[in-house]
Nanobody, 115 residues
């Protein structure tokens, strides 16, 4: 079983920045992928970005050039640096760890982009 604890959400003005963090603990071993998803009201949960154990990254088109995902393997921690935030980035952001076909989710952290 994997536990995920997220932090770093909040309210920011358009054009601003936030950094999300997610610390994982528990049965984490082998090759695993860590990532961030988001869900806006009335919409499906969608992938924002993920990163493999050896640093291979994958980004949704709507965040390319603005968001950067990174991880510290020793600490099993994943980060999401979000720059040039837009109102449409407003959502609950969820941390995810995938080990094989097993997915674990954090509780979510609210990001609100508004003036």
């Amino acid at each position: 079983q994997v536990q995920l604890v997220e932090s770093g959400g909040g309210l920011v003005q358009p054009g601003g920045s936030l950094r999300l963090s997610c610390a994982a603990s528990g049965r984490i071993f082998g090759f695993y992928v860590m990532g961030w998803y988001r869900q806006a009201p009335g919409k499906e949960r969608e992938l924002v970005a993920n990163i493999g154990k050896f640093g291979l990254t994958n980004y949704a088109d709507f965040v390319k050039g603005r968001f950067t995902i990174s991880r510290e393997n020793a600490k099993t921690t994943v980060y999401l640096q979000m720059n040039s935030l837009k109102p449409e980035d407003t959502a609950v952001y969820y941390c995810n760890v995938r080990i094989g076909t097993s997915n674990s989710w954090g509780q979510g952290t609210q990001v609100t982009v508004s003036s």
